[in-house]
């Protein structure tokens, strides 16, 4: 069975390696430097065979060139847009990726908000998803709408609750303390909370995180269950019921958040 691996890369990165050990081969989601997946691969002693993006951004993205020179027979599977000059295979909403070796399936999901052509990619328990989703948080909305965002995230939620959840940063304790002032009496987020922290203090990634530990502990995954008078409304707003409305708040307050 193939093995997950996150490689740190930049400032707070992570590139997620799916590698097997009978063929030798590894894949590796948004290599956003190529240094470390190449380190890797010569560690172990393994060969590159497709590179899989989520979007855009160049800490997404920025090392693909430089591993598609080095493993000319990698493939590249990336979202259909004209920033992402390579040459890739174009994949949308429900396009279906096999890949030989490392042996591996998985489920293209179409998950706008943080950019208006970004992906992710479900399949073997595993759920890249960039930065559409993070560990007790979510991604900027740069280009799309709270509409778009949330109907990502609904999309994302109704998965299996084992999934991994393989999300592109290290910023699980960030969006802890968020969290935190809009649900100070929840249980599971003061657990994962203090699972995090006890991760980072040995020097280990929060991640992968289990779905149905987001769905107990994340704001932007708990719109409906978060009390009303802990929804952060912007200064001047008057509180909805809208469900967008609730989430727009929510996003906006984390925009604010002190870092």
Known sequence: MPSLRPLPALRDN??????????????VVDPGEAAPVLHA????????????LTHHHADHIGGAAELKAVYPDAVIYAPVDGR????????????????PAPAARFEVIEVHGH??????????????????LFSLGCGRMFE??????????DRLAELPGDTQVCCGHEYT????????TVE???????SRTEDARAQRARGEPTLPARLADER???????????ADKRIPWPQGARPSPRRVERFAALRLAKDNFPA
């Open 14 to 27: 992570y590139i997620w390696m799916l590698a097997e050990a009978a063929s030798g081969c590894a894949l």
């Open 41 to 52: 691969l010569a560690e172990d002693g393994r060969t590159l065979s497709a590179i899989l």
């Open 84 to 99: 992402i000059h390579l040459p890739a295979t174009r994949v949308g909403n429900g396009d279906v990726i096999q890949i």
């Open 115 to 132: 950019t208006r052509s970004h992906i992710a990619y479900h399949g073997e328990g595993l759920l890249f998803c960039g930065d559409a």
């Open 144 to 153: 799309g709408t709270p509409e778009q965002m949330l109907a990502s995230l």
């Open 173 to 180: 304790l960030a969006n802890a303390d968020f969290a935190a």
């Open 184 to 190: 100070p009496d929840n249980a599971a987020l003061k």
């Open 216 to 226: 107990a502990a994340n704001p932007f995954l708990r719109v409906d269950a978060i």
